[in-house]
């Protein structure tokens, strides 16, 4: 079991690759201050920072890149989900999209590899 869920399911897999992806980042000098940020709007994998840009990381796991792969499955309305989820992040700690440097990154999982795509959209 992996956070009360059974390991074969897609949610113990996703938090699994979610917690692989948080590692990775932290080893490239993020710094984590949210994980699994949610509001009515959606959910955002991981918020970290570095310097003094917010940084919203959305993870994708994928077995093969067959299909597109995981970085083809951020969809155009997931992207428009994120921002606005980012959004009511921004509004819920009082800072605003003109003041605070931010950007969306990816982190996208195929097999065993691990793909950081920085302002991925």
């Given amino acids: 079991m992996a956070n009360g869920y059974p390991l074969?399911?897609?949610r113990?897999?996703?938090e699994q690759f979610e917690r692989r992806?948080?590692?990775?980042?932290?080893?490239?000098?993020?710094?984590?201050?949210v994980r699994n940020y949610q509001c009515k709007l959606g959910e955002i994998d991981l918020i970290m920072s570095t310097d003094n840009t917010l940084i919203f990381v959305e993870v994708r796991?994928?077995?093969?890149?067959?299909?597109?792969?995981?970085?083809?499955?951020?969809?155009?309305?997931?992207?428009?989900r994120l921002r606005?989820?980012?959004?009511?992040?921004?509004?819920?700690?009082?800072?605003?999209?003109?003041?605070?440097s931010?950007?969306?990154?990816?982190v996208a999982c195929e097999g065993n590899h691990v793909h950081w795509i920085p302002n991925a959209f």
Avoid: W
């Fill in 21 to 33: 992806a948080e590692q990775f980042l932290l080893e490239q000098g993020l710094t984590l201050l």
């Fill in 61 to 80: 796991y994928r077995k093969n890149s067959g299909f597109g792969g995981a970085a083809a499955s951020v969809t155009p309305a997931k992207q428009q």
């Fill in 84 to 100: 606005r989820t980012a959004h009511s992040y921004l509004q819920s700690k009082g800072l605003n999209e003109s003041r605070q």
């Fill in 12 to 14: 113990a897999r996703g």
């Fill in 102 to 106: 931010c950007r969306f990154d990816l």
């Fill in 8 to 10: 074969n399911t897609s």
